[in-house]
């Protein structure tokens, strides 16, 4: 069933100096179940909620670094169903092929710092060594998305200052801590979890649940579309189409709570 929780009604908007509150979308991993982040942004879009910075973990590192670069929804849209995610990934350790095609979308963003962004954006990977969590800010915009989803077994590590980054997912799969860092007074997650990893650790990914718990509680809007069926190798055509469905169907159900985000926004303004 499609969960939204909304807090923000119930609590104080509270602006960082002047104007209105700061508001951050966090996108969370879950491979192929991205494409139904795609489907919930469109309702977002609709609603009209200004969105002012962006985090992402994994796939949700990479439709999260295209829209803080200005990619809409219907063009990530257009992504999820036209891009050949099997050819892209599989057979290739490397994941060469897939730092391509991001470096041809956000071609602008070599080497920068990702608060100089249309929207600053942040990343999520974990340190392979040291098994730490590490918060991607500069750099390599196309690199960095990279990082972030180099799933452990199926894409080689990513070098990045001398450390071997894997997928941020492996930690802090729906990172709201990292865009309340950033400032954000409030919070729209995108959850793509389907079992809230009750089922306990898999072989490579060992998130931190009391973290994982604590994010998903803090956001103010958070929206996990029903996914139930669908994995994160579901990168089908067929499969692609009906979780953008999906996440139409969960952000039209939060359209009614994200327009009146938008009302106590404007009033603040």
Not at 57 to 85: K, N, P
Not at 208 to 214: A, F, G, W
Request: glycine residues 10%; charged residues 25%.
């Amino acid at each position: 069933m499609t969960t939204i929780v909304l807090l923000f009604a119930f609590l104080p908007l509270s602006a960082q100096g002047n104007g209105r509150p700061k508001v951050a979308l966090v996108l969370g991993g879950g491979g192929a179940k991205g494409a139904a982040s795609v489907g919930v942004l469109k309702y977002i879009e609709v609603s009209e909620v200004p969105i002012d910075m962006v985090v992402g973990t994994s796939i949700g590192s990479i439709v999260g670094g295209l829209y803080a670069v200005g990619y809409r929804s219907e063009e990530l849209d257009s992504m999820f169903r036209h891009q050949d995610w099997l050819k892209m990934g599989m057979g290739s350790l490397m994941g060469d092929s897939i730092v391509r095609v991001l470096r041809g979308m956000a071609e602008e963003y070599g080497n920068v710092n990702f608060d100089s962004l249309p929207k600053p954006f942040r990343c999520v990977a974990v340190d392979m060594k040291s098994m730490k969590e590490v918060v991607l800010r500069e750099g390599d915009l196309a690199q960095a998305m990279r990082a972030s989803m180099a799933i452990p077994v199926v894409f080689k590590p990513v070098k990045i200052d001398g450390r071997r980054l894997i997928d941020g997912g492996v930690l802090n799969n729906l990172p709201v801590d990292v865009a309340k860092d950033m400032g954000a007074d409030i919070v729209i997650a995108i959850d793509l979890t389907v079992n809230k990893h009750e089922n306990g650790k898999t072989p490579f990914f060992r998130p931190d649940l009391k973290k994982y718990r604590q994010n998903s509680q803090a956001a103010d809007i958070y929206i996990n579309p029903d996914l139930k069926g669908y994995g994160a190798q579901s990168f089908m055509p067929s499969k692609i189409a009906e979780m953008i469905a999906l996440g139409e169907k969960a952000g039209k159900k939060a359209l009614k709570d994200l327009k009146k985000l938008k009302k106590k926004l404007n009033q603040k303004q």
